[in-house]
Protein backbone atom coordinates (compact mmCIF):
# COMPACT_ATOMS: atom_id res chain seq x y z
CA UNK A 1 0.00 0.00 0.00
CA UNK A 2 1.94 3.18 -0.94
CA UNK A 3 1.61 5.49 1.60
CA UNK A 4 0.26 9.57 1.23
CA UNK A 5 3.71 10.49 1.58
CA UNK A 6 4.82 8.46 -0.79
CA UNK A 7 1.98 9.16 -3.73
CA UNK A 8 3.00 13.28 -3.00
CA UNK A 9 6.21 12.45 -3.52
CA UNK A 10 6.09 10.01 -6.99
CA UNK A 11 3.39 13.01 -8.28
CA UNK A 12 5.75 15.44 -7.76
CA UNK A 13 8.27 13.83 -9.46
CA UNK A 14 6.18 12.72 -12.34
CA UNK A 15 5.01 17.13 -12.77
CA UNK A 16 8.36 17.93 -12.53
CA UNK A 17 9.06 15.32 -15.16
CA UNK A 18 6.52 16.07 -17.40
CA UNK A 19 7.21 19.73 -17.31
CA UNK A 20 10.97 19.26 -18.52
CA UNK A 21 9.42 16.98 -20.90
CA UNK A 22 7.21 19.36 -22.45
CA UNK A 23 9.23 22.94 -22.39
CA UNK A 24 12.29 20.87 -24.06
CA UNK A 25 9.97 19.00 -27.00
CA UNK A 26 7.93 22.17 -27.32
CA UNK A 27 9.34 24.98 -30.17
CA UNK A 28 11.33 27.64 -28.48
CA UNK A 29 10.00 31.09 -28.17
CA UNK A 30 12.27 32.46 -29.80
CA UNK A 31 11.64 30.34 -32.86
CA UNK A 32 9.67 32.19 -35.60
CA UNK A 33 6.64 32.19 -35.77
CA UNK A 34 7.76 33.83 -32.04
CA UNK A 35 4.61 34.88 -31.14
CA UNK A 36 2.77 31.67 -31.53
CA UNK A 37 5.32 29.77 -29.77
CA UNK A 38 4.99 32.60 -26.90
CA UNK A 39 1.20 31.68 -27.23
CA UNK A 40 1.51 27.96 -26.97
CA UNK A 41 4.14 27.82 -24.23
CA UNK A 42 1.73 30.37 -22.32
CA UNK A 43 -1.01 27.78 -22.47
CA UNK A 44 1.10 24.53 -22.02
CA UNK A 45 3.72 25.32 -19.46
CA UNK A 46 3.47 26.44 -15.62
CA UNK A 47 0.27 25.47 -14.59
CA UNK A 48 -2.25 22.35 -14.09
CA UNK A 49 -2.29 19.35 -12.06
CA UNK A 50 -1.13 17.46 -15.38
CA UNK A 51 -3.58 14.75 -14.10
CA UNK A 52 -3.90 13.01 -17.51
CA UNK A 53 0.28 13.02 -17.53
CA UNK A 54 -0.34 11.09 -13.94
CA UNK A 55 -2.70 8.53 -15.71
CA UNK A 56 -0.32 7.96 -17.99
CA UNK A 57 2.55 7.42 -16.29
CA UNK A 58 1.08 4.97 -14.04
CA UNK A 59 -0.95 2.76 -16.53
CA UNK A 60 2.32 2.86 -18.27
CA UNK A 61 4.68 1.74 -14.88
CA UNK A 62 1.64 -1.14 -14.13
CA UNK A 63 1.69 -2.57 -17.65
CA UNK A 64 5.85 -2.29 -17.31
CA UNK A 65 6.84 0.61 -19.44
CA UNK A 66 10.29 2.06 -18.63
CA UNK A 67 8.94 5.83 -17.82
CA UNK A 68 10.97 6.95 -20.72
CA UNK A 69 9.17 6.06 -23.52
CA UNK A 70 6.21 7.12 -20.98
CA UNK A 71 6.88 10.77 -21.15
CA UNK A 72 6.02 11.10 -24.89
CA UNK A 73 2.62 10.08 -24.47
CA UNK A 74 2.23 11.84 -21.42
CA UNK A 75 3.07 15.27 -22.99
CA UNK A 76 0.82 14.30 -26.13
CA UNK A 77 -2.18 14.02 -24.07
CA UNK A 78 -1.27 17.35 -22.03
CA UNK A 79 -0.94 19.04 -25.58
CA UNK A 80 -4.31 17.97 -26.28
CA UNK A 81 -5.54 18.89 -22.94
CA UNK A 82 -3.81 22.44 -23.31
CA UNK A 83 -5.61 22.88 -27.12
CA UNK A 84 -9.22 22.05 -25.29
CA UNK A 85 -8.76 24.70 -22.96
CA UNK A 86 -7.68 27.11 -25.00
CA UNK A 87 -9.80 26.68 -27.27
CA UNK A 88 -12.61 26.00 -24.55
CA UNK A 89 -12.15 29.85 -23.21
CA UNK A 90 -12.73 31.57 -26.11
CA UNK A 91 -15.78 33.87 -26.45
CA UNK A 92 -17.27 31.59 -28.86
CA UNK A 93 -17.27 28.77 -26.07
CA UNK A 94 -17.17 29.18 -22.40
CA UNK A 95 -15.78 32.29 -22.95
CA UNK A 96 -13.64 32.44 -19.64
CA UNK A 97 -10.82 34.84 -18.80
CA UNK A 98 -8.75 33.29 -15.89
CA UNK A 99 -7.31 29.62 -16.81
CA UNK A 100 -4.70 28.45 -14.28
CA UNK A 101 -4.70 31.63 -12.01
CA UNK A 102 -3.76 34.00 -14.82
CA UNK A 103 -5.10 35.55 -18.04
CA UNK A 104 -6.88 32.75 -20.55
CA UNK A 105 -4.39 32.62 -24.05
CA UNK A 106 -6.98 34.34 -26.04
CA UNK A 107 -7.10 37.42 -23.34
CA UNK A 108 -3.35 37.31 -23.41
CA UNK A 109 -2.44 36.79 -26.91
CA UNK A 110 -5.80 37.95 -28.59
CA UNK A 111 -8.50 35.27 -30.34
CA UNK A 112 -6.70 34.41 -33.45
CA UNK A 113 -3.54 33.86 -31.91
CA UNK A 114 -5.47 31.73 -29.60
CA UNK A 115 -7.27 30.00 -31.95
CA UNK A 116 -3.61 29.10 -34.02
CA UNK A 117 -1.83 27.81 -30.61
CA UNK A 118 -4.99 25.57 -29.76
CA UNK A 119 -4.56 24.10 -33.46
CA UNK A 120 -0.82 23.54 -33.98
CA UNK A 121 -1.02 22.39 -29.74
CA UNK A 122 -3.18 19.83 -31.27
CA UNK A 123 -0.77 18.73 -34.57
CA UNK A 124 2.43 18.80 -32.01
CA UNK A 125 0.89 16.22 -30.35
CA UNK A 126 0.49 13.64 -33.03
CA UNK A 127 3.98 14.82 -34.34
CA UNK A 128 5.71 13.73 -31.13
CA UNK A 129 4.43 10.34 -30.96
CA UNK A 130 5.05 9.56 -34.80
CA UNK A 131 8.70 11.02 -34.39
CA UNK A 132 11.53 9.33 -33.45
CA UNK A 133 11.25 10.81 -30.14
CA UNK A 134 9.10 8.02 -29.26
CA UNK A 135 11.54 5.30 -29.27
CA UNK A 136 9.57 2.43 -29.66
CA UNK A 137 7.69 0.08 -31.95
CA UNK A 138 5.54 1.10 -34.88
CA UNK A 139 2.70 -0.99 -33.88
CA UNK A 140 2.65 0.49 -30.35
CA UNK A 141 2.72 4.17 -32.03
CA UNK A 142 -0.11 3.50 -34.16
CA UNK A 143 -2.17 2.01 -31.46
CA UNK A 144 -1.39 5.40 -29.26
CA UNK A 145 -1.76 7.61 -32.38
CA UNK A 146 -5.14 6.15 -32.38
CA UNK A 147 -6.17 6.74 -29.02
CA UNK A 148 -5.56 10.20 -29.30
CA UNK A 149 -7.03 11.16 -32.67
CA UNK A 150 -10.34 8.80 -31.18
CA UNK A 151 -10.26 10.69 -27.89
CA UNK A 152 -10.26 13.95 -29.41
CA UNK A 153 -12.57 14.12 -31.95
CA UNK A 154 -15.92 13.69 -32.52
CA UNK A 155 -16.40 10.77 -30.72
CA UNK A 156 -14.99 12.00 -28.04
CA UNK A 157 -13.60 15.48 -26.57
CA UNK A 158 -15.00 17.77 -29.39
CA UNK A 159 -18.55 15.94 -29.45
CA UNK A 160 -18.71 16.19 -25.65
CA UNK A 161 -18.32 19.47 -25.99
CA UNK A 162 -20.79 20.05 -28.90
CA UNK A 163 -23.60 17.67 -27.16
CA UNK A 164 -22.75 20.74 -24.24
CA UNK A 165 -23.03 23.46 -26.51
CA UNK A 166 -26.13 22.08 -27.59
CA UNK A 167 -27.50 21.08 -23.97
CA UNK A 168 -26.94 24.76 -22.58
CA UNK A 169 -29.82 25.55 -20.80
CA UNK A 170 -31.73 22.21 -21.12
CA UNK A 171 -32.10 19.47 -18.20
CA UNK A 172 -30.55 16.78 -18.73
CA UNK A 173 -30.87 13.24 -18.00
CA UNK A 174 -28.63 11.28 -15.34
CA UNK A 175 -27.16 8.95 -18.35
CA UNK A 176 -27.32 11.74 -21.19
CA UNK A 177 -24.89 13.92 -18.64
CA UNK A 178 -22.99 10.88 -18.27
CA UNK A 179 -22.95 10.28 -21.88
CA UNK A 180 -21.97 13.94 -22.70
CA UNK A 181 -18.91 13.55 -19.75
CA UNK A 182 -18.11 10.26 -21.08
CA UNK A 183 -16.91 12.17 -24.40
CA UNK A 184 -15.97 16.04 -23.31
CA UNK A 185 -13.28 14.61 -20.00
CA UNK A 186 -13.56 11.26 -19.94
CA UNK A 187 -12.04 10.02 -23.35
CA UNK A 188 -8.92 12.13 -23.01
CA UNK A 189 -8.59 10.84 -19.64
CA UNK A 190 -9.24 7.00 -20.39
CA UNK A 191 -6.80 7.76 -23.86
CA UNK A 192 -3.87 8.66 -20.98
CA UNK A 193 -4.22 5.98 -19.33
CA UNK A 194 -4.60 3.65 -22.59
CA UNK A 195 -1.47 5.76 -24.29
CA UNK A 196 0.84 4.83 -21.25
CA UNK A 197 -0.86 1.23 -21.15
CA UNK A 198 0.02 0.69 -24.77
CA UNK A 199 4.28 2.46 -24.65
CA UNK A 200 4.17 -1.05 -22.46
CA UNK A 201 5.89 -3.81 -25.15
CA UNK A 202 4.46 -7.07 -23.99
CA UNK A 203 1.61 -6.61 -21.40
CA UNK A 204 -0.81 -9.05 -20.94
CA UNK A 205 -4.89 -8.25 -21.86
CA UNK A 206 -6.13 -8.49 -18.80
CA UNK A 207 -3.73 -5.76 -17.56
CA UNK A 208 -5.08 -3.56 -20.30
CA UNK A 209 -8.34 -4.58 -19.73
CA UNK A 210 -8.05 -3.39 -15.97
CA UNK A 211 -6.48 -0.23 -17.24
CA UNK A 212 -9.23 0.41 -19.70
CA UNK A 213 -11.96 -0.47 -16.88
CA UNK A 214 -10.45 1.87 -14.12
CA UNK A 215 -9.73 4.53 -16.27
CA UNK A 216 -13.62 4.89 -17.66
CA UNK A 217 -14.62 5.28 -14.12
CA UNK A 218 -12.12 7.62 -12.67
CA UNK A 219 -12.58 9.93 -15.95
CA UNK A 220 -16.43 10.33 -14.86
CA UNK A 221 -14.91 10.10 -10.92
CA UNK A 222 -12.99 13.34 -11.97
CA UNK A 223 -16.06 14.83 -13.79
CA UNK A 224 -18.80 14.55 -10.80
CA UNK A 225 -15.59 16.31 -8.53
CA UNK A 226 -15.36 19.29 -11.12
CA UNK A 227 -19.13 19.58 -11.07
CA UNK A 228 -18.68 20.03 -6.77
CA UNK A 229 -15.63 22.13 -6.96
CA UNK A 230 -17.68 24.29 -9.22
CA UNK A 231 -20.48 24.68 -6.81
CA UNK A 232 -18.40 24.98 -4.04
CA UNK A 233 -14.79 26.31 -4.25
CA UNK A 234 -13.91 29.83 -5.12
CA UNK A 235 -11.90 31.09 -8.16
CA UNK A 236 -8.81 31.50 -6.34
CA UNK A 237 -8.71 27.62 -5.36
CA UNK A 238 -9.76 26.80 -8.81
CA UNK A 239 -7.29 28.81 -10.71
CA UNK A 240 -10.52 29.75 -13.31
CA UNK A 241 -13.71 30.96 -12.77
CA UNK A 242 -15.93 28.97 -10.36
CA UNK A 243 -19.54 29.36 -10.22
CA UNK A 244 -19.94 29.22 -14.02
CA UNK A 245 -21.88 25.82 -14.56
CA UNK A 246 -24.79 27.74 -12.46
CA UNK A 247 -24.12 30.95 -14.29
CA UNK A 248 -23.86 29.69 -18.03
CA UNK A 249 -27.43 27.23 -17.21
CA UNK A 250 -25.55 23.87 -17.63
CA UNK A 251 -26.61 20.71 -16.64
CA UNK A 252 -24.47 19.27 -14.01
CA UNK A 253 -24.06 16.26 -11.54
CA UNK A 254 -25.10 19.17 -8.28
CA UNK A 255 -27.40 20.80 -10.18
CA UNK A 256 -29.15 17.08 -11.25
CA UNK A 257 -28.62 15.07 -7.95
CA UNK A 258 -27.72 18.03 -5.25
CA UNK A 259 -24.63 17.79 -3.17
CA UNK A 260 -24.61 15.43 -1.05
CA UNK A 261 -25.92 12.84 -3.67
CA UNK A 262 -23.18 13.73 -6.46
CA UNK A 263 -20.80 13.20 -2.96
CA UNK A 264 -21.64 10.01 -3.06
CA UNK A 265 -21.37 9.37 -6.66
CA UNK A 266 -18.14 10.12 -6.34
CA UNK A 267 -17.30 7.65 -3.67
CA UNK A 268 -18.84 4.87 -5.49
CA UNK A 269 -17.83 5.64 -8.73
CA UNK A 270 -14.55 5.89 -6.60
CA UNK A 271 -15.00 2.55 -5.67
CA UNK A 272 -15.75 1.10 -9.66
CA UNK A 273 -12.68 2.21 -10.97
CA UNK A 274 -10.52 0.21 -7.57
CA UNK A 275 -12.62 -2.99 -8.59
CA UNK A 276 -10.70 -4.19 -11.70
CA UNK A 277 -7.06 -3.25 -9.88
CA UNK A 278 -8.40 -6.09 -7.14
CA UNK A 279 -6.49 -8.39 -8.88
CA UNK A 280 -3.44 -6.89 -8.48
CA UNK A 281 -1.14 -5.84 -5.37
CA UNK A 282 1.21 -3.18 -5.04
CA UNK A 283 2.17 -2.89 -9.38
CA UNK A 284 -1.15 -0.99 -9.08
CA UNK A 285 -0.48 0.68 -5.71
CA UNK A 286 -0.03 4.52 -7.85
CA UNK A 287 -3.18 4.05 -10.22
CA UNK A 288 -4.75 3.32 -6.60
CA UNK A 289 -3.86 6.69 -4.84
CA UNK A 290 -4.15 8.79 -8.32
CA UNK A 291 -7.61 7.30 -8.32
CA UNK A 292 -7.76 8.35 -4.78
CA UNK A 293 -6.49 12.15 -5.11
CA UNK A 294 -8.95 12.46 -8.21
CA UNK A 295 -11.82 11.45 -5.97
CA UNK A 296 -10.42 13.90 -3.04
CA UNK A 297 -8.81 16.93 -4.88
CA UNK A 298 -9.86 19.97 -3.77
CA UNK A 299 -9.09 21.90 -6.80
C1 LIG B 1 -10.39 19.41 -28.39
C2 LIG B 1 -11.06 18.75 -30.72
C3 LIG B 1 -11.15 19.69 -29.61
C4 LIG B 1 -11.85 20.81 -29.75
C5 LIG B 1 -12.09 21.70 -28.70
C6 LIG B 1 -13.20 23.21 -26.45
C7 LIG B 1 -13.35 21.78 -26.71
C8 LIG B 1 -13.36 21.29 -28.09
C9 LIG B 1 -13.49 20.89 -25.74
C10 LIG B 1 -13.48 21.30 -24.35
C11 LIG B 1 -13.14 20.17 -23.52
C12 LIG B 1 -12.96 20.61 -22.12
C13 LIG B 1 -12.29 21.90 -21.85
C14 LIG B 1 -13.41 19.86 -21.15
C15 LIG B 1 -13.28 20.23 -19.73
C16 LIG B 1 -12.34 19.29 -19.12
C17 LIG B 1 -11.92 19.75 -17.77
C18 LIG B 1 -12.68 19.28 -16.59
C19 LIG B 1 -10.86 20.57 -17.67
C20 LIG B 1 -10.17 20.89 -16.44
O1 LIG B 1 -9.17 19.91 -16.29
P1 LIG B 1 -8.11 19.95 -15.11
O2 LIG B 1 -8.80 20.26 -13.81
O3 LIG B 1 -7.23 21.19 -15.53
O4 LIG B 1 -7.32 18.70 -15.16
P2 LIG B 1 -5.69 21.50 -15.22
O5 LIG B 1 -5.59 23.00 -15.35
O6 LIG B 1 -5.37 21.03 -13.83
O7 LIG B 1 -4.89 20.80 -16.27
Same mark, same amino acid.
Given at each position: ?????????????????????? +?????????????????? #????????????????? $???????????????? $????????????????????? @? &?????????????? *????? =????????? =??????????????? %???????????????? #????????? @???? +??????????????????????????????????????????????????? *? =??????? @???? $??? &??????????? @???????????????????? =??? %????? $???????????????????????????
Amino acid at each position: MTTPLQFEQWSHAMQSRIEHVL +TTTMPADTETPITLHQAM #RYAVLGGGKRVRALLAY $AAGEFCGAPLAHIDIS $AAAVELIHAFSLVHDDMPCMD @D &DDLRRGKPSTHKQF *GDATA =LLAGDALQS =LAFELIASNQLSIEA %SQKVNILYCLAFATGS #RGMAGGQSI @DLES +TGIKLSQPQLAHMHALKTGALMHAAAMMGAYTAPNADTQKYQAVDTFAKAI *G =LTFQVVD @DILD $AEA &DSATLGKTAGK @DAEQDKSTYVTLLGLNTAKS =LAQ %SLYQQ $ALAPLEAYAQEADMLRSLASFITQRQF
